[in-house]
């Protein structure tokens, strides 16, 4: 089994259609602005020529530190190629950016009850800070108000 790591750079509206697809998302509408930004990272994977997984990440500049940070913000590895290491590639590729951006952390948020994505984080060299992680997410209803 070979596999593949590949940065996207510029619109690919075919790929992110199959892999948006294939992480559950019925209509996915490939927003060609995404790449318009190098600090917005999308990398894929192809195992033996076919389209395995995917992540997408953020570089963030800080207003009071010359040192970005990488956020992780989803990672997904198609069922048929999970367990063969391929999330773990993926990773390691970020954090080669990360550190080719000047990138002094890298951080992705979970929730203790997502096992799988624990186990891969703490592989990967990934600390949990705390153990009462909480997210607020303001919906569309709130930004409205």
């Known amino acids: 089994m070979k596999t593949y790591i590949e940065r996207m750079t510029e619109m690919d509206t075919e790929t992110l259609v199959h892999l948006f697809r294939q992480a559950g998302e019925e209509n996915p509408e490939p927003n060609a602005g995404f790449f318009k930004d190098e600090k917005n990272i999308l990398l894929f994977s192809r195992t033996d020529g076919h389209l ?7 570089s963030l500049e800080r207003p009071g530190n010359l040192y970005t940070k990488m956020l992780l913000y989803s990672i997904d590895v198609f069922p048929e190629f ?6 773990t590639m993926l990773i390691q590729e970020l ?10 952390e890298m951080f992705v948020p979970t929730s203790k009850n997502n096992a799988a994505a624990v186990a891969l984080y703490k592989s990967t ?21």
């Open 52 to 58: 395995s997984g995917f992540l997408w990440a953020y």
């Open 82 to 87: 999970r367990r063969k290491g391929i999330a």
């Open 95 to 104: 954090k080669r950016i990360a550190r080719n951006c000047m990138c002094r």
């Open 125 to 145: 060299q990934g600390k949990s800070d705390n153990d009462d992680g909480i997210t607020f997410i303001y919906d569309q209803d709130a930004l409205l108000n």
